[in-house]
């Protein structure tokens, strides 16, 4: 409920009662005007300046709801904790409102936001979805884009410094979050290139010469038997295929979807280069590491971590409790990449307003003003990067060269969308890319016409 100050108010009354009594001057109702400043030669007045009468809101109590997978309620480990937990507070206060982060399971949280949706009960007003999931309720309307919830005056349509649009989606802008230098790379293990005399990959990256063959040479200088046993105990490279395929297609140029012309590139000839390629990584030079025997394990994603692997894609939420020094650089380019992309944001989430929330202009605008705090880090997610990267020059590369650098996949928000099996065709089976491709092809197209069903 909107209500106005009780200053405001006295001051609205104080004005008529002066106005009333301006009527009867004592002069028989002369009603001739006062002269102005023009005509008396003095200087015009200065006005003086009007208070500007802050809006207040009373939500009756109303709890607001923000969800995700984890706990967002800030730990108060480091002092922007500290003042965002007063902040919220503060908001709290001014609203009456209490703020609730609830956490939700992973795999809850798409059916819980969708039914609740749809029944017209939202059961949080703020959600982090990945993008791959939100696209299917996008297209099914289940959530606002951020022109329905923001105004002219919202800090995210001018400076964006509380929080900021995310990449757009289905040709607009529905996700929102902090800002922050993230991004995915190539990680090396530092202490196996020094024992191992290779080059180090910052210093070809910086000379312009990062490229899929830089990196297959290294890869096929690190793969070999140090201890004379007759098998490789030190390897080039490891990941998890898919990440790598996806990783590999977007440096070369590639987009696996394009959401919005329903086109897929899956098939298209700089995939079948990309699936060439990782033929001659695994099957060919032989330069991966596979630990579990399936190279289409997920865990596969953990493989670096033995220490015996030079070079390895991974999230940089999976680099705690290593016992080797790790860099990173961009993914190599490829012989076909056109574009600014980097990499592929294969888990890319944001925060979502979904139909149905209840005063969502007022809900954003709680959200985004706890944010409202003193800027104490030089950067945002300072202090994050710096707790995972101990090396300066590994965060200059993150922040420089490869954070705004991801291209969102959408490949998995398509109903029976192959890439999973084409990669799998390629890789383990060993079929050749272009037999893949023609395997695929019509899977692939008819797969972009069941969104939404």
């Given amino acids: 409920m909107r209500k106005l100050k009780g200053f405001s108010f006295l001051l609205i009354c104080f004005m008529l009662i002066l106005s009333a009594c301006s009527g009867g001057n004592g002069n028989g109702g002369n009603t001739e005007p006062t002269p102005s400043p023009a005509a008396t030669n003095s200087e015009p007045a200065t006005p003086e300046p009007t208070e500007e009468v802050e809006q207040t809101y009373d939500l009756d109590g109303r709890v607001i709801k923000i969800a995700a997978w984890w706990d967002l309620t800030p730990a108060g480990a480091t002092q922007s904790d500290i003042n965002r937990l007063e902040k919220i507070k503060e908001v709290e206060k001014k609203y009456n409102v209490t703020i609730e982060f609830v956490t939700v399971p992973f795999e809850e949280m798409v059916p819980n936001f969708t039914n609740s949706v749809l029944a017209g009960e939202p059961f949080a007003d703020i959600v982090q979805l990945e993008y791959k999931a939100a696209l299917p309720l996008i297209k099914k309307g289940l959530i606002l884009p951020i022109s329905e919830f923001t105004n ?78 007759g098998k490789n105990d030190v390897w080039g490279f490891s990941a998890w295929s898919i990440d790598a395929y996806k990783h590999f297609a977007v440096s070369n140029g590639v987009r696996i979807v394009d959401e919005e012309n329903l086109v897929e590139g899956l ?83 944001a925060k979502f307003i979904g139909k149905g929330v209840k005063d969502p202009e007022l809900v954003y605008q709680i959200f985004e003003e706890t944010f409202d705090i003193p800027m104490l880090e030089e950067y945002p997610g300072q202090d994050y990067l710096e707790s995972i990267y101990t090396h300066e020059d590994d965060v200059a590369m993150l922040r420089d060269h490869i954070a705004g650098t991801g291209l969102i996949t959408l490949d998995e928000s398509f109903p029976d969308f192959p890439t999973w099996a084409y990669v799998n065709d390629v890789i383990v089976n060993q079929v050749s890319p272009s037999a893949a491709a023609e395997t695929y092809k019509g899977q692939a197209a008819e797969s972009l016409t069941k969104l939404g069903q």
């Fill in 152 to 229: 002219e005056n919202s800090n995210i349509n001018n400076e964006g410094n509380l929080l900021m649009k995310y990449s757009p989606i289905a040709g607009d802008h529905y996700g929102f979050d902090n800002p922050v230098y993230i991004g995915a790379g190539l990680h090396y293990n530092r202490d196996l290139f020094k024992e191992l005399n290779l080059e180090d990959p910052k210093d070809i990256y910086e000379r312009g010469e990062w490229t899929w063959d830089k990196f297959l040479e290294l890869a096929k200088a690190a793969t070999k038997d140090t201890n004379n046993d």
């Fill in 267 to 349: 098939t298209s000839p700089g995939s079948i280069k990309t699936a060439e390629f990782l033929n001659q990584l695994y099957n060919v030079d032989k330069v991966v590491k596979v630990s579990t025997g399936d190279p289409m394990n997920w865990e596969e994603s953990n493989t670096f971590k033995e220490g015996d692997v030079a070079m390895f894609t991974v999230a940089e939420w999976n680099l705690s409790g290593l016992n080797f020094e790790f860099g990173i650089v961009p993914i190599p380019k490829g012989p076909e990449q056109t574009t600014d992309y980097t990499y592929a944001n294969t888990a890319a989430s």
